[in-house]
């Protein structure tokens, strides 16, 4: 007989899904798996990610390190929980007079906006799929929004994750270039001008012809406004998908 139990999740998993506690041992009052998430998330907020420790939080709650135990077994479980608060819930399905491009690019917006309030998500390593309750209600509203588009499901999934992997890829392109113009002391609004002075020095012309048709474009000559970069590069993904989703329209209209 098949068991359809799956296999056993993690402490944490469960947690989340209030599938079941975990067993106090002579607890310090007050003290909860929320409270350690909530203290662990604002020592993210206010410090990075590498200022996460057990004994960090601990310190936040005033209590001893060891009493964090007895409610999250290791650093991993912590992490795994704060990556759900962090996101916090999904902005919900879409507006019903909304198209499916307009759903999921509000609904691609609103991850882009948590990683830029919270980039120390970014420096959590994904080690699978979305299993915890706010990331698979942000990957359901994603999937919501594209009901009306006629495409495969598997189709849908593959949009999602082209999507998220784009807010993803630019939040971390994003964050890496702020923290790298901090550490060069790089004033805010002149790090392009300033890549445009050293290109200018050390490209030669020859070499590098198209280079410096942009140089001469203007193109370099003041920074680019971040949102601006996003949303050319999300069009130009939903650009793609509405080709996909008329190519499938007009498949079964031909049959």
Same mark, same amino acid.
């Given at each position: 007989?098949?068991?359809?139990?799956?296999?056993?999740?993690?402490p944490?998993?469960?947690?989340?899904?209030? $599938?079941?506690?975990?067993?106090?041992?002579?607890?310090?009052?007050?003290?909860?798996?929320?409270?350690?998430?909530?203290?662990?998330?604002?020592?993210?907020?206010?410090? *990075?990610?590498?200022?996460?420790?057990?004994?960090?939080?601990?310190?936040? @709650?005033?209590?001893?390190?060891?009493?964090?135990?007895?409610?999250?077994?290791?650093?991993?479980?912590?992490?795994?929980?704060?990556?759900?608060a962090?996101? *916090?819930?999904?902005? *919900?399905?879409?507006?019903?007079?909304?198209?499916?491009?307009?759903?999921?690019?509000?609904?691609?917006?609103?991850?882009?906006?948590?990683?830029?309030?919270?980039?120390?998500?970014?420096?959590?390593?994904?080690?699978?799929?979305?299993?915890?309750?706010?990331?698979?209600g942000?990957?359901?509203?994603?999937?919501?929004?594209?009901?009306?588009?006629?495409?495969?499901?598997?189709?849908?999934?593959?949009?999602? $994750?082209?999507?998220?992997?784009?807010?993803?890829?630019?939040?971390?392109l994003?964050?890496?270039?702020?923290?790298?113009?901090?550490?060069?002391?790089?004033?805010?609004?002149?790090?392009?001008?300033?890549?445009?002075r050293?290109l200018?020095?050390?490209?030669?012309?020859?070499?590098?012809?198209?280079l410096h048709?942009? @140089?001469?474009a203007?193109?370099?000559?003041?920074?680019?406004?971040?949102?601006?970069?996003?949303?050319?590069?999300?069009?130009?993904?939903?650009? *793609?998908?509405?080709?996909?989703?008329?190519?499938?329209?007009?498949?079964?209209a031909?049959?």
């Open positions: 007989m098949q068991d359809d139990s799956g296999p056993a999740l993690p944490a998993i469960e947690h989340v899904w209030g $599938l079941r506690g975990r067993p106090p041992r002579g607890p310090r009052p007050g003290l909860s798996v929320d409270a350690i998430v909530d203290a662990a998330v604002r020592v993210a907020d206010a410090d *990075g990610l590498a200022a996460v420790s057990m004994s960090r939080v601990a310190k936040e @709650l005033g209590a001893a390190t060891m009493a964090l135990y007895r409610h999250v077994g290791s650093k991993d479980e912590l992490l795994t929980l704060m990556v759900d962090g996101y *916090g819930p999904s902005p *919900g399905p879409s507006a019903s007079d909304q198209d499916w491009r307009a759903g999921l690019t509000r609904w691609a917006w609103a991850e882009h906006d948590v990683l830029r309030q919270r980039p120390w998500l970014l420096h959590i390593p994904i080690t699978g799929p979305p299993i915890t309750p706010q990331q698979l942000w990957l359901e509203d994603g999937l919501r929004c594209l009901e009306s588009t006629g495409l495969a499901e598997n189709e849908k999934m593959s949009v999602i $994750l082209l999507v998220t992997g784009y807010v993803r890829n630019e939040a971390t994003t964050a890496q270039v702020a923290e790298g113009s901090r550490a060069a002391g790089v004033e805010p609004g002149e790090l392009m001008p300033a890549y445009r050293t200018s020095r050390l490209a030669d012309p020859a070499r590098f012809p198209a048709r942009v @140089l001469a203007g193109v370099l000559d003041q920074d680019d406004d971040p949102d601006d970069e996003f949303t050319f590069g999300l069009d130009r993904i939903l650009d *793609g998908v509405e080709t996909l989703v008329r190519a499938r329209a007009s498949a079964g031909g049959r």
